[in-house]
């Protein structure tokens, strides 16, 4: 029995990685659902507002910008040191195989589930029936130009653009730059590259790795602070974006017109959060899909806020990881991608908003065969587009022109649905969000084994 002293003591084997469950159940408690509620309740206070005292409501906007701004603050630097921080995470760089090709492989088949969903219900529903999208062209043509500017109208990009487009997305030649634009693919794939070369230098990079990591640390702890002036900030900006459209006018009478296409978006959104994405969650990882909804409820209620999957991707993050317990390692993988290319309730809403300018042209001479061919071209395009598509604002309705455009629709018709888009942009992004967290737990299944530690111990026991 003397194998004992030729060892250093026990803590010469501490874990690598800082991922006790002690640091996660505290959040559990009160403070942070008190946090989801207060949100929760900005959010009908400020509706109730918008609805009672419009003109007030409206001069809240500026309270929701600050916010709005903050998280856009953090979004840059918390992206890059995200992302080095998830390859690290993975130890030899040749392990990302397996958990990238089940990120990809998640993200194009949600997508088009949702893309199928918004045909198969615009197909049901008729929306555009009783529409005269003829009569409608040059008013919407002025709105569209208003909104989108008038070279958008004049020429559409061909669905060869988004090839294109999607190529060089991923690349940059000032990195600065797209960080001043909060352009985060070609920061994402610096990231990737720039970690992978870190996993092949060892020690020698020990103290840039030490940094990268203590820097995530920091900005995920700058997270916790800032979402604390969430229910204020939220309530800002709900307040300010429908007291605005209430004081402009016949929000009503315009939302009357149309109804069924807002219905048709609204119940295929709801098909998708509350049937699809939690069937593959469950079948995929055996979690409760909607105690994982209810734990992800603050990043859905600030992407309603703010309308941006880019700028909820701070909270959406911490809360994977606090609330949701998915491990670090996946969320800083997965999430920072899926802000960027995983736009599930954008491809659904392009989809249908195709369709529904078609119906809305049947028997005029404008009309074109929606058959089932033009119908895949537009699933296809569909699906394509969004994944091009910013996580901004609004950001829809620029790739849903060349939806449009690849099935020979009249582009400018995209002003009938300029009314309702803001609002129902809301919506989709908050299932964008959703969709990008259930990644998260589902690639989660697919990372490498955790090395073991104990393993060593053992032999000293």
């Given at each position: 029995?003397?194998?004992?002293?030729p060892y250093?003591?026990?803590?010469?084997?501490?874990p690598?990685e800082?991922?006790p469950?002690?640091?996660v159940e505290?959040?559990?408690?009160?403070?942070?659902?008190?946090l989801?509620?207060l949100?929760?309740v900005?959010?009908v206070?400020?509706?109730?507002?918008a609805?009672?005292?419009?003109g007030?409501a409206?001069?809240?906007?500026?309270?929701?910008?600050?916010?709005l701004?903050v998280?856009?603050?953090?979004?840059?630097?918390?992206?890059?040191?995200?992302?080095?921080?998830?390859v690290?995470?993975?130890?030899?760089?040749?392990?990302?195989?397996?958990?990238?090709?089940a990120?990809l492989?998640?993200?194009f088949c949600?997508?088009?589930?949702?893309?199928?969903?918004?045909?198969?219900?615009?197909?049901?529903?008729?929306?555009?029936?009783?529409?005269?999208?003829?009569?409608?062209?040059?008013?919407?043509r002025a709105e569209?130009?208003?909104k989108?500017?008038?070279?958008?109208?004049?020429?559409?990009?061909?669905?060869?653009?988004?090839?294109?487009?999607?190529?060089?997305?991923l690349f940059t030649?000032n990195?600065?730059?797209s960080?001043a634009e909060?352009?985060?693919?070609?920061l994402?794939?610096?990231s990737?590259?720039?970690?992978?070369?870190?996993?092949?230098?060892?020690?020698?990079?020990g103290?840039?790795?030490?940094?990268v990591?203590?820097a995530?640390?920091?900005?995920?702890?700058?997270?916790?602070?800032?979402?604390?002036t969430?229910?204020?900030?939220?309530?800002?900006l709900?307040?300010?974006?429908f007291?605005?459209?209430?004081?402009?006018?016949?929000?009503?009478g315009?939302?009357?017109?149309?109804?069924?296409?807002?219905?048709?978006v609204?119940t295929?959104?709801?098909?998708?959060?509350?049937?699809?994405l939690p069937?593959?969650?469950?079948?995929?990882?055996?979690?409760?899909p909607?105690?994982?909804l209810?734990?992800?409820?603050?990043?859905?209620?600030?992407?309603?806020?703010?309308?941006?999957?880019s700028?909820?991707?701070?909270?959406?993050?911490?809360?994977?990881?606090?609330?949701?317990?998915?491990?670090?390692?996946?969320?800083?993988?997965v999430?920072?991608?899926?802000?960027?290319i995983?736009?599930?309730?954008?491809?659904?809403?392009?989809?249908?908003?195709?369709?529904?300018?078609a119906?809305t042209?049947?028997?005029?001479?404008?009309?074109?065969?929606?058959?089932?061919?033009?119908?895949?071209?537009?699933?296809?395009?569909?699906?394509l587009?969004?994944?091009?598509?910013?996580?901004i604002?609004?950001?829809?309705?620029?790739?849903l022109?060349?939806v449009?455009?690849?099935?020979?629709?009249?582009?400018?018709?995209?002003?009938?649905?300029?009314?309702?888009?803001?609002?129902l942009?809301?919506?989709?992004?908050?299932?964008?969000?959703f969709?990008?967290?259930?990644?998260?737990a589902?690639?989660?299944?697919?990372?490498?084994?955790?090395?073991?530690p104990?393993a060593?111990?053992?032999?000293?026991?």
């Open positions: 029995m003397t194998a004992a002293p250093p003591p026990a803590a010469a084997a501490p690598a800082p991922e469950p002690a640091r505290p959040n559990e408690g009160g403070k942070e659902n008190l989801t509620g949100i929760f900005g959010i206070l400020a509706l109730a507002l609805w009672a005292a419009p007030v409206a001069s809240f906007a500026v309270g929701g910008q600050v916010f701004s998280l856009k603050m953090l979004v840059v630097p918390l992206v890059v040191t995200s992302v080095v921080c998830g690290l995470s993975m130890g030899d760089v040749r392990q990302l195989g397996r958990p990238g090709a990120t492989i998640y993200y949600t997508t088009a589930l949702a893309v199928v969903t918004g045909i198969v219900l615009v197909n049901l529903f008729n929306p555009g029936a009783g529409i005269d999208g003829s009569a409608a062209r040059e008013v919407a569209v130009s208003a989108l500017g008038e070279r958008a109208v004049a020429e559409p990009a061909g669905i060869g653009a988004i090839f294109e487009n999607l190529l060089t997305m030649d990195l600065f730059e960080a909060t352009d985060l693919l070609p994402i794939v610096f990737l590259a720039f970690a992978a070369v870190l996993t092949t230098m060892g020690a020698a990079v103290t840039v790795t030490k940094f990591t203590e995530n640390d920091v900005l995920m702890k700058f997270v916790l602070l800032v979402m604390w969430a229910p204020v900030g939220v309530f800002c709900v307040a300010g974006q007291g605005e459209a209430a004081a402009d006018g016949d929000f009503a315009e939302m009357a017109k149309v109804g069924w296409y807002s219905a048709t609204l295929g959104l709801a098909a998708h959060a509350f049937v699809t069937l593959i969650l469950w079948l995929l990882t055996r979690r409760n909607y105690r994982f209810f734990q992800m409820s603050r990043p859905l209620l600030t992407a309603f806020a703010t309308a941006s999957s700028a909820t991707l701070p909270v959406t993050m911490e809360t994977a990881v606090e609330k949701a317990h998915v491990k670090r390692k996946s969320v800083d993988f999430l920072p991608l899926g802000a960027t995983n736009m599930d309730g954008t491809a659904l809403y392009e989809a249908v908003a195709a369709l529904f300018i119906q042209l049947v028997g005029s001479a404008d009309a074109i065969d929606m058959g089932l061919t033009t119908q895949i071209v537009v699933a296809a395009t569909a699906t587009a969004a994944i091009g598509a910013a996580g604002p609004q950001a829809g309705l620029f790739t022109i060349i449009l455009n690849a099935v020979g629709l009249p582009v400018e018709l995209a002003g009938l649905i300029l009314s309702v888009d803001w609002l942009d809301r919506f989709r992004t908050a299932v964008n969000v969709g990008d967290a259930t990644g998260a589902v690639v989660e299944k697919f990372l490498p084994p955790e090395p073991a104990t060593a111990g053992a032999a000293i026991a």
